[in-house]
C-alpha cells in the first residue's frame, strides 16, 4: 500500500512540474458569422450558378499567432442563388433545400472540424478536415490564410460523397447537357471577434 501511495505522489509530482513549465497559449478566436460569408459555386455541362450559405458559428484556435485548429458550422436553411432572380431562383433555391440536394429539412447544419493544421508559410496553412454534409463525414482538404482579424479559404468538395447524387453522370445515364458536375467550389471568407 506504501509502495502504491508512493508511486501515486511521485505520478503526481512529474505532472505537476511538468505542467507548471508547460505554458498553455491556445486562444480561441470565435467567428463573428454575421459579418463572414461562405460562396458557393456549382458546374453543369450547359455552365454554373453560385451563391451563398451562411455561417451559424464558428471558432479558429491559435497558439499564439499559429493557427492551430477550429470549426465552422454552416446554416443549410440559408442556401440560396446570387445569379439568378425571380421564378427561376425560387424554383433552384427550393430544390437545393429539397433531399435531392441538401435536404435541409432533416439537415438543417454542415459543420468542418479542423483535424490537422500545417503551416506552409508566414500566414498560410494546409488543413484537413472532417466535413459533415446531410449526416456523412468525409475529410476534406485545404488551404487556408490568416492576416489578423480575417482569414480565406477554398475548397473543394464531391457532393456524392455525401450521397447528393442529382443529375451526376457518374450514377446516371444519358443527362447530356443536363449533367451537374460532381465537384463543387467553397470560398469562406471569415471575420474573427
Known sequence: MKKIIRNSIGILLVAFTAFSFTSIKEIKREIDAANSKVTWKAYKVAG?????????????????????GGSVTIDMTSIGTLDLSGEYKNKLDGHLKSGDFFGV???????????????????????????T????????????????????ANLKVDRTKYDIKYGSASFFDGLKDKAIYDEFDLVVDLQLK
Open 48 to 68: 454554373s450558378h453560385f451563391g451563398e450559405v451562411k455561417i451559424k458559428s464558428g471558432d479558429l484556435l491559435f497558439d499564439g499567432d499559429k493557427l492551430t
Open 105 to 131: 429539412d432533416k439537415h438543417n447544419t454542415s459543420k468542418i472540424v479542423f483535424t490537422k493544421v500545417k503551416s506552409t508559410g508566414k500566414n498560410a496553412y494546409k488543413v484537413k478536415g472532417d466535413l
Open 133 to 152: 454534409i446531410k449526416g456523412k463525414t468525409h475529410e476534406v482538404a485545404f488551404t487556408i490564410s490568416v492576416y489578423g482579424s480575417k482569414a480565406t
